[in-house]
């Protein structure tokens, strides 16, 4: 397991573009099986959770090539079943997408707990409810796992108790080939769902409302498939402003998407923060005291809880105390008593809310990434501190950050890859 060196308090100055949006090429993957043409994905970040996805689809005999960077076409023709690797699917969230297509396709396939960041129980009572509105039956099998049969799904009404954006994407893409017309009722909004549903318009699905809270899918017996290039990752892009904020550095974030991101600026002007704003990019005004602010999460167009770790590192560096509300995942709020081992003073209210005095300054510590958002947000709170730190075990990191040491040098970080 390699671990990152970082030389605290460096004030960063450059250009920092974004990557392609992990949370839209983990189900562009998945798509590519709802056709036997070939798909062509470009600005696919590199990073370990796309690798993982792929490496499913690849186990399960489709051919993926990648002819260059950022570049790969998945052609799922000789894929002949919906098996997937129970080793692979406990490390990736996203591969829950895939049953959607696959029990489209196979009328077969086995959903399990998956594994993924350890931000919450990450249950899958809704994929469950809703592949039983297409008609699938569902048998609970030893090891904590479900095989679901449907010889030929059929459109149904799935109304979702509550917003789940994989659950939107996964019930979206298995009724993109059942019979008749699906109606998908408290939908999530994240622009990804938006972005794929214009893919597969593209090539024959009869998908409307995506974006709205009430998507409507008409069935249709095969799509074709082309290029997908992937969206600008907001989440990166909202990451790498609150380092610079956090670091007090005047950056420029580029191949960003700002309109993406309207909630969060809103937020950061409160505290303070300047910003100049052109068609792709974000430059993050020169460094002022920050004023604490009240953060609740919510589903997008809300505060993403994606950004709240950063936000929570953030906050220890404005002037007052805030309260950090994270209202979609119960385990998302743990990493604070990291950052009160580096001088931060959070108190921890209840596993959704933290309160957080500051400023405080921060001291280096050898420290564990809990998962990819905490870990760039400890990775974060680091350069931010006085002193040397040491961050074991990346692999969360990498899992949602393609390159990012060498994105971070360019911008006078002293960081490295041990
Ligand atoms: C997606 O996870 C993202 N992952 C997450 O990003 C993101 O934090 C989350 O949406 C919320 O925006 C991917 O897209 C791969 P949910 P997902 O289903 O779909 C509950 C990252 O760092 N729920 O929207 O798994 C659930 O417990 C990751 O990129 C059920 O109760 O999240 C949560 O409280 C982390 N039953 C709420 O819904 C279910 O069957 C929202 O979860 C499913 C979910």
């Known amino acids: 397991m390699s671990d990152f060196i970082i030389e605290g308090g460096q004030r960063l100055a450059g250009e920092l573009p974004v990557a392609g949006a992990k949370n839209l090429a983990l189900k562009a993957i998945a798509a590519a099986l709802l056709s036997p043409e070939t798909m062509r994905l470009s600005n696919v970040p590199e990073i370990e959770d796309v690798k993982r996805q792929l490496e499913i689809l690849t186990r399960l005999g489709a051919e993926v090539s990648h002819p260059e960077h950022g570049v790969y076409t ?32 196979f009328g077969k396939v086995e959903l399990s707990h998956p594994g993924g960041c350890k931000i919450g129980r990450r249950p899958i009572d809704l994929f469950l409810r809703g592949f039983q509105a297409l008609g ?7 090891g904590k796992a479900y095989q679901l049969r449907a010889k030929r799904l059929r459109g149904g009404r799935i109304v979702f108790p509550k917003v789940s954006v994989t659950g939107t994407e996964t019930m979206m893409l298995a009724a993109v080939l059942a019979e008749g017309k699906t109606e998908l009722v408290n939908a999530a909004l994240e622009p990804e769902i938006g972005e794929l549903a214009v893919y597969l318009n593209a090539h024959g699905a009869r ?15 095969e799509i074709g498939a082309g290029s997908f290039v992937m969206m600008p990752d907001r989440i990166e892009a909202g990451t790498f402003i609150m380092l610079a904020l956090a670091t007090a550095s005047s950056v420029t974030i580029t191949r960003c998407e700002p309109k993406h991101l309207e909630v969060p600026l809103a937020l950061w002007r ?16 020169k460094a002022r005291a920050l004023q604490a602010v009240d953060v609740k ?44 081992q580096m001088g931060a003073d959070i108190t921890l209210c209840d596993p959704h809310r933290v309160i957080i005095q500051g400023p405080t300054p921060l001291e280096g510590r050898t420290i ?3 998962d990819a958002r905490a870990g760039l947000a400890l990775l974060t709170a680091a350069l931010a501190a006085k002193g040397t730190s ?23 970080a002293h960081i490295q890859r041990a």
């Open 74 to 105: 998945i052609s799922t023709a000789p894929v002949r079943s919906g098996a997937m690797p129970r080793e692979l699917v406990n490390k990736l969230r996203a591969s829950t997408v895939l049953t959607g297509p696959l029990l489209a396709r």
């Open 136 to 142: 699938a039956e569902v048998k609970e099998v030893p």
């Open 207 to 221: 998908i409307s409302g995506a974006g709205t809270p009430l998507i409507t899918i008409e069935g249709v017996a």
């Open 270 to 285: 409160d505290m303070g923060a300047e910003f100049e704003l052109g068609p792709a990019s974000v430059t993050v005004g």
């Open 297 to 340: 999460t919510h589903e997008y167009p809300g505060f993403v809880t994606d950004l709240q770790s950063s936000m929570t590192v953030l906050l220890t560096q404005a002037q007052g105390h805030s309260l950090v509300h994270e209202t979609i995942f119960e385990g998302r709020l743990f990493f604070a008593d990291i950052l009160n």
């Open 368 to 370: 564990e990434a809990p």
């Open 390 to 412: 040491t961050i074991k075990n990346i692999y969360p990191i990498d899992r949602g950050y393609e390159r990012l040491e060498e994105r971070l040098l360019a911008l006078g």
